[in-house]
T-cell receptor, first 115, second 114 residues
Framework: AQKVTQAQTEISVVEKEDVTLDCVYETRDTTYYLFWYKQPPSGELVFLIRRNSFDEQNEISGRYSWNFQKSTSSFNFTITASQVVDSAVYFCALSEAAGRRALTFGSGTRLQVQP | ETGVTQTPRHLVMGMTNKKSLKCEQH?????MYWYKQSAKKPLELMFV???????ENNSVPSRFSPECPNSSHLFLHLHTLQPEDSALYLC?????????????FGPGTRLTVL
């Protein structure tokens, strides 16, 4: 069965600090996809990144970076020089190529960036 | 036009009421989803529609009844709900239902059942 664990329920940082959001997943499938979504106070989930299980290259997009490590079944998300606008709930999610048709989400990490 | 819209944004209903949630996607996608987001649980998938056919029903109580009249519209009909059904109901769409398809979400309907 697939499972996603985000152990950090809430994180509070001060603006300009770096912050890493942890995501650990479980799956029996060899082909799977990992996602990060951001949920701002307005409610809609915003897609940030998708990674497939065969691509362990780290990715950087502006202040965002992602570290995918199959050896530890982790897909961590780092925000560099955080800003108040980064305040949101962040969800990690998993989908299996051979499994059900939709995403399995973690419980989310609420990030508060204080000015 | 925003990609995925949901109406109403907020809804308060009694346990004997009948109401419907509406979702519309303007992205040309062919798959649509309903999720439930409760305060103390991860996002839970409720229903999946692909090409207007229901392809997944995640053991949802019959008091929730989905309808997908075309690939752009999705409804969730509600009747005789319970207070524990109070939650944020999110609609999403994607181009296909393969594992790699990212889903695009609407802003949700905040439902309160009294």
């Amino acid at each position: 069965a697939q499972k996603v664990t985000q152990a950090q329920t809430e994180i509070s940082v001060v603006e300009k600090e770096d912050v890493t959001l942890d995501c650990v997943y479980e799956t029996r499938d060899t082909t799977y996809y990992l996602f990060w979504y951001k949920q701002p106070p307005s409610g809609e989930l915003v897609f940030l990144i998708r990674r497939n299980s065969f691509d362990e290259q780290n990715e950087i997009s502006g202040r965002y970076s992602w570290n995918f490590q199959k050896s530890t079944s982790s897909f961590n998300f780092t925000i560099t020089a955080s800003q108040v606008v980064d305040s949101a709930v962040y969800f990690c999610a998993l989908s299996e190529a051979a499994g059900r048709r939709a995403l399995t989400f973690g419980s989310g990490t609420r990030l508060q960036v204080q000015p | 036009e925003t990609g995925v819209t949901q109406t109403p944004r907020h809804l308060v209903m009694g346990m004997t009421n009948k109401k419907s949630l509406k979702c519309e996607q303007h992205l040309g996608h062919n798959a649509m989803y309903w999720y439930k987001q409760s305060a103390k649980k991860p996002l839970e998938l409720m229903f999946v529609y692909s090409l207007e056919e229901r392809v997944e029903n995640n053991s949802v109580p019959s008091r929730f009844s989905p309808e997908c009249p075309n690939s752009s519209h999705l409804f969730l009909h509600l009747h005789t709900l319970q207070p524990e059904d109070s939650a944020l109901y999110l609609c999403a769409s994607s181009q296909g239902t393969s594992a790699y398809n990212e889903q695009f979400f609407g802003p949700g309907t905040r439902l309160t059942v009294l």
